[in-house]
């Protein structure tokens, strides 16, 4: 897969969690890219990891999901852009500031907010 065709996949996820996450939190047409929107995708990251019956498979979908849409939020807040350092992709606001928000959404899953994350 070209970079280009990565980041079209990172867009094509975040559009596809808007959709997907309006209706689940209860705000609709209103959600986007919107501080409200990210807290209540923080909340519902805590409530799938408390699940016994996700499934590893699942939890990286949502990864990739998640992680996408937290992207585009920093893009559209920020102006930022994406950028594969170390392997790792990220938003890059310039050369030396970045977030990396697949490893952040990781680290929930795995440590939830209690733990740090």
């Known amino acids: 897969m070209t970079r280009m065709s990565e980041i079209n996949s990172f867009r094509n996820n975040a559009e596809l969690a808007v959709k997907r996450f309006g209706p689940l939190s209860k705000l609709g047409e209103a ?54 350092q170390d392997g790792e992709w990220g938003v890059f606001f310039n050369d030396s500031n970045a977030a990396f928000q697949f490893s952040k959404v990781r680290k929930q899953f795995e440590n939830g907010i209690d733990g740090g994350d």
């Not at 498979?57 to 950028?83: K, M, N, V």
């Open 31 to 84: 959600f986007g890219y919107s501080r409200e929107s990210i807290e209540w995708v923080q909340g519902f990251i805590e409530r799938q990891r408390h699940r016994a019956d996700i499934s590893a498979e699942e939890t990286d979908i949502l990864l990739q999901l998640i992680g996408s849409y937290l992207g585009e939020c920093l893009i559209h807040t920020y102006a930022g852009f994406w950028r594969i």
